[in-house]
């Protein structure tokens, strides 16, 4: 599920290595259409490690150099490399061990009993498969290679876990103090409540 397509494909067997030869894992790799192809490459460091904005642009400069010598897309492309983000996708076999406890959202290749679409509880990943505690308290077990799509939910939870281990950016201070050296320029919004033109 990391790639879906025989292009896909092609171009994880290019990126692959020079990702791994800087300390990095391709996370999921898609082609989308349109009158300019778009490549979206989402990486992070090996093991699943704090991954930052400087961090995808050494993977992208990295990859040009191979990128331009094969030229895997015949037109003109864009190439964006990005992280996973908190709600990432679940891609590879040992993700879902990662994050038990948490929730997700899947989507099978092929429906089970005419149902495509689960949401549930992560609680365990094996050799048969992720373990999901489904919403009705029955259990999905699913491989990667059947699911068309998976990606863990944004909670508190979730959240809290980035933020213990160094995946969430800084933010800002919630608080009336961090806003007191703004001033706010109220003349504006009454003159959009009376109608008035300058």
């Given at each position: 599920m990391i790639v879906l397509t025989e292009q896909?494909?092609?171009?994880?067997?290019?990126?692959?290595p020079v990702a791994e030869g800087i300390g990095m894992e391709i996370?999921?790799?898609r082609v989308q259409g349109g009158r300019r192809p778009h490549?979206?490459?989402m990486a992070e460091r090996a093991g699943g490690a704090p991954t930052d904005v400087e961090d995808c642009a050494r993977l992208s400069r990295a990859l040009s150099p191979t990128l331009d010598a094969a030229d895997p897309i015949s037109e003109a492309y864009?190439?964006?490399v990005s992280t996973?983000?908190?709600d990432?996708?679940?891609?590879?076999?040992?993700?879902?061990?990662?994050w038990i406890g948490h929730a997700v959202k899947i989507e099978l290749a092929r429906p089970i009993d005419g149902r495509?679409?689960?949401?549930?509880?992560?609680t365990g990943e094996d050799q048969d498969g992720a373990h999901i505690e489904l919403d009705d308290e029955t259990e999905l077990v699913a491989g990667i290679h059947e699911m068309s799509r998976a990606s863990l939910v944004l909670t508190d939870e979730l959240i809290e876990a980035a933020r213990a281990a160094g995946n969430l950016p800084p933010q800002p201070e919630d608080d009336e103090e961090s806003l007191a050296d703004f001033e706010i320029d109220e003349s504006e919004d009454e003159d959009e409540e009376?109608?008035?033109v300058q």
């Amino acid at each position: 599920m990391i790639v879906l397509t025989e292009q896909e494909r092609r171009l994880l067997s290019l990126v692959q290595p020079v990702a791994e030869g800087i300390g990095m894992e391709i996370v999921r790799l898609r082609v989308q259409g349109g009158r300019r192809p778009h490549l979206q490459i989402m990486a992070e460091r090996a093991g699943g490690a704090p991954t930052d904005v400087e961090d995808c642009a050494r993977l992208s400069r990295a990859l040009s150099p191979t990128l331009d010598a094969a030229d895997p897309i015949s037109e003109a492309y864009t190439l964006e490399v990005s992280t996973p983000g908190i709600d990432r996708p679940l891609t590879r076999p040992g993700d879902f061990a990662r994050w038990i406890g948490h929730a997700v959202k899947i989507e099978l290749a092929r429906p089970i009993d005419g149902r495509r679409r689960f949401t549930g509880v992560i609680t365990g990943e094996d050799q048969d498969g992720a373990h999901i505690e489904l919403d009705d308290e029955t259990e999905l077990v699913a491989g990667i290679h059947e699911m068309s799509r998976a990606s863990l939910v944004l909670t508190d939870e979730l959240i809290e876990a980035a933020r213990a281990a160094g995946n969430l950016p800084p933010q800002p201070e919630d608080d009336e103090e961090s806003l007191a050296d703004f001033e706010i320029d109220e003349s504006e919004d009454e003159d959009e409540e009376t109608g008035d033109v300058q």
